[in-house]
């Protein structure tokens, strides 16, 4: 069982940046997949990033977003800069315990999550 607890989220103006931070406890950090999610009401979820044990990174990371990962503190990270509106939503940081390597972007692939984080960005 992992336990992960996001932090990190706020109001922010347009162009600013922000790092969301997840920290893991419960099982060995560094032997599974993270991922980082967001979703807007009324919207399904959007897969973000994710990152393996090893720090290989998923191919639809975007230009904006920077995911990390520092094992020894069990601890994540998803790094926005240039914020926009659209980026609006909770942000979830999720692990996939099944794997240490496999960057799949499905949610359901994920079986822990956090409680998620509220990222606001204004005009």
């Known amino acids: 069982q992992v336990q992960l607890v996001e932090s990190g989220g706020g109001l922010v103006q347009a162009g600013g940046s922000l790092r969301l931070s997840c920290e893991a406890s419960?099982?060995?950090?560094?032997?599974?997949?993270m991922g980082w999610f967001r979703q807007d009401s009324g919207r399904e979820r959007e897969f973000v990033a994710a990152?393996?044990?090893?720090?290989g990174l998923s191919d639809s990371v975007k230009g904006r977003f920077t995911i990390s990962r520092d094992n020894a503190k069990n601890t994540g990270y998803l790094q926005i800069d240039n914020l926009k509106p659209e980026d609006t939503a909770v942000y979830y940081c999720?692990?996939?315990?099944?794997?240490?390597?496999?960057?799949?972007?499905?949610?359901?692939?994920?079986?822990?999550w956090g409680q998620g984080t509220q990222v606001t960005v204004s005009s």
């Open positions: 419960g099982r060995t950090f560094s032997r599974y997949v």
């Open positions: 999720a692990a996939n315990t099944r794997t240490s390597y496999s960057l799949s972007r499905r949610a359901e692939d994920f079986d822990s």
């Open positions: 990152i393996s044990w090893t720090g």
